[in-house]
């Protein structure tokens, strides 16, 4: 794993942290290739049944490195060539269809299993945008979250567009977005971008991280379909795959083992 990030799996739970601690886990060309590499890795990885996402340092990620931001100012290129290039057998249609920024962002959406996301510090641009493709976002109060591309003269082009508004309304999505103004957790909170809020925001994920391992990993993962489904799929075709998961579930031995643990559990 590069020194840009580190993942370590404990008890079912992927403990992966950026790591570039005096950047403010600013994203460069290693950070965005370490971002892929460790969803690449989690997409088959059977002993994980939850991630957890975090930040190293004062700061969760504060967005594109200004480096590139002024190769862009001075007409260089900010990115490697090859940067967009499919990234080969494994990855859907779509998938293959996305630029790289978008990949780490939405890889996590497209993990098998939940992403908890504790954020602190600077959230800003790609590094909230990488934040929208986790389940549940745990913030500190504190937090400043942001999409301020708009600062640089850009747009966001790491799905923040298309997922910002599915959580908070197209008319705060675009306040946001336009006025490239951060907002702080607590009002982040009231307009439904993260959660909810927690002064240690990596130990509450944690924590809840450790009560999804107690479940069934199975029944888990599903469930993960199935919400998925709810947001981009017909009604009809959400309540057939309720229908299939019970069918599917039902009677195998992880199902009976947790079962036969809560019974116990009620004495």
């Known amino acids: ?48 049944s939850v991630v957890v996402l975090s930040g190293n340092g004062r700061a969760f990620c504060a967005g594109l490195d200004l480096g590139a931001i002024k190769a862009m100012a001075e007409g260089k290129a900010f990115r490697p060539a090859d ?7 494994g990855w ?37 945008q990488i934040a929208l493709g986790a389940d549940v976002l745990i913030a500190a109060p504190d937090t400043k ?3 301020i591309e708009m600062k640089w003269g850009f747009t966001p082009d790491m799905s923040g567009t298309q997922m910002l508004p599915r959580l908070v309304g197209r008319g705060a999505a675009a306040e946001m977005i336009y006025a490239a103004r ?27 991280a450790e009560d999804i391992v107690r479940h069934n990993p199975e029944a888990v993962r599903m469930c993960k379909r199935l919400l998925d489904l709810a947001e981009t799929g017909p ?17 195998t031995p992880a199902q009976r083992e947790v079962a036969a643990r809560a019974l116990a559990a009620r004495g």
Do not use: Y
């Open 145 to 147: 979250l942001g999409l």
């Open 1 to 48: 794993m590069s020194d840009r990030l580190t993942c370590t799996v404990e008890n079912r739970i992927a403990d992966v942290r950026l790591n570039r601690p005096e950047k403010l886990n600013a994203l460069d060309d290693a950070m965005f290739a370490a971002l892929f590499d460790v969803i690449t890795e989690l997409r088959t990885r059977d002993d994980v």
């Open 182 to 208: 951060p907002i702080d957790g607590v009002r982040a909170e009231r307009i439904g971008l993260v959660t909810r809020l927690a002064d240690d925001p990596r130990a509450e994920a944690l924590a809840l």
């Open 92 to 128: 859907s249609e779509a998938e293959q269809a996305m630029s790289r920024g978008q990949r780490v962002s939405l890889g996590w959406r497209g993990l098998p299993m939940p992403v908890i996301t504790a954020l602190h510090g600077a959230t800003l641009g790609g590094g909230l």
């Open 83 to 89: 940067a967009d290039a499919a990234p080969g057998e």
């Open 235 to 251: 009604l009809a075709d959400g309540l057939a795959l309720e229908r299939h998961s019970m069918k599917t579930i039902v009677g």
